[in-house]
């Protein structure tokens, strides 16, 4: 299985992009799927996370009210919808999945068993 996280781009501050991951073969909005974000040589951070089957959705307290978590059932992929961009979101965003089929999503990042290789999201002042 391959994970893959796209989308991620340079936007202006106050801008938006949509991230999206999938996962081949899989209907990846039938499990938990969480994003989380790292700047180099700091902790990866939590972001937002998705229960499967269109369960809870959790989020930072940094990005909750500008970013959304959502899965589509039709194509399988799960989005990371952000918006009004800030400076300080600027990282390289992963999402991992969980494929325990736990009704819960977690929201640290041992709680995921396979991690896609991430996308660099950029926003400039």
């Known amino acids: 299985v391959q994970l893959q996280a796209s989308g991620g781009g340079l936007v202006q501050a106050g801008g938006s992009l949509r991230l999206s991951c999938a996962a081949s073969?899989?209907?990846?909005?039938?499990?938990?799927v969480g994003w989380f974000r790292q700047i180099p040589g700091l902790e990866r951070e939590f972001v937002a996370a998705?229960?499967?089957?269109?369960?809870?959705?959790q989020y930072a307290d940094s990005v909750t009210g500008r970013f959304s978590i959502s899965g589509d059932n039709v194509d399988g992929t799960v989005s990371l919808q952000m918006s009004d961009l800030r400076p300080e979101d600027s990282a390289i965003y992963y999402c991992?999945?969980?494929?325990?089929?736990?009704?819960?999503?977690?929201?640290?990042?041992?709680?995921?068993?396979?991690w896609g290789p991430g996308t660099q999201v950029t926003v400039s002042a």
């Open positions: 073969g899989r209907t990846l909005s039938r499990y938990n």
């Open positions: 998705a229960a499967r089957d269109g369960g809870e959705t």
């Open positions: 991992a999945v969980d494929w325990s089929l736990s009704r819960t999503a977690a929201t640290f990042a041992s709680g995921y068993d396979y």
